[in-house]
């Protein structure tokens, strides 16, 4: 993290990570990582996910349930942002850019 800061004072992880490496998060909490959690209704997610055809539904199954044993996002201090529609539609990137930005500007 340190090393990317001195690259860009900006920079955006795109990581789905497991919850065993919860650790690592607060690690790169402590060094300054905003974390933003893209939340979403499962049952839309996972016909999504299953209509992408690009990683097994059991993968998909596997980390919802340690999620869930996990309690997350609680407890992350994540900003949370919804990234589907209530129709379960993916939301356009830049509705999902502003709902981020203005909860960092808050």
Known sequence: IRR???LHDRVV????FPPSCISLI???QAEGVRIVW???DINAARRIFNKRGTVPSECFEIQIEA???AG????LGAIEV???TRSGRPRKPE???KAIFAAVEC
């Open 67 to 69: 999620i869930d044993q």
């Open 72 to 75: 997350l996002p609680c407890g």
């Open 13 to 16: 992880l795109d990581w789905g």
């Open 82 to 84: 919804n990234v589907l």
């Open 38 to 40: 893209f939340k979403a």
């Open 4 to 6: 990317l800061k001195e």
């Open 95 to 97: 509705a999902i850019a």
């Open 26 to 28: 607060f690690e790169m």
